[in-house]
């Protein structure tokens, strides 16, 4: 079984900078592909980046590339998600959580999700 918890949430103006981690428990972590969901009130749940085991792959939604950047450290069993230039829009909570299989960017292809992090983009 795998936790994962969420931390680096907060409020930000818009145009700046947040640093989410995702700390996990769990010997397979370093063998897990990984991903970050967000979800906005009113909204589902929606991909915004994911990262294979080994970091040769990373994949991205169209509405953060270029901004957001996702990276592990599977030593400390840890991944990250680096979003600059932050927008109102990506005002949500956000989500880890560890791929069972399937695709990337599809809820469903995820076993373990941590509790969520707010994210708060002022204007």
């Known amino acids: 079984q795998v936790q994962l918890v969420e931390s680096g949430g907060g409020l930000v103006q818009a145009g700046g900078s947040l640093r989410l981690s995702c700390a996990a428990s769990?010997?397979?972590?370093?063998?897990?592909?990984m991903g970050w969901f967000r979800q906005a009130p009113g909204k589902e749940r929606e991909f915004v980046a994911g990262?294979?085991?080994?970091?040769?792959?990373?994949y991205y939604a169209d509405s953060v590339k270029g901004r957001f950047t996702i990276s592990r450290d599977n030593a400390k069993n840890t991944v990250y998600l680096q979003m600059n230039s932050l927008k109102p829009e990506d005002t949500a909570v956000y989500y880890c959580?560890?791929?069972?299989?399937?695709?990337?960017?599809?809820?469903?292809?995820?076993?373990?999700w941590g509790q969520g992090t707010q994210v708060t983009v002022s204007s």
């Open positions: 959580a560890s791929r069972g299989g399937g695709s990337y960017s599809y809820a469903g292809s995820y076993d373990y």
């Open positions: 990262i294979s085991w080994s970091t040769e792959y990373t």
């Open positions: 769990g010997r397979i972590f370093r063998m897990l592909g």
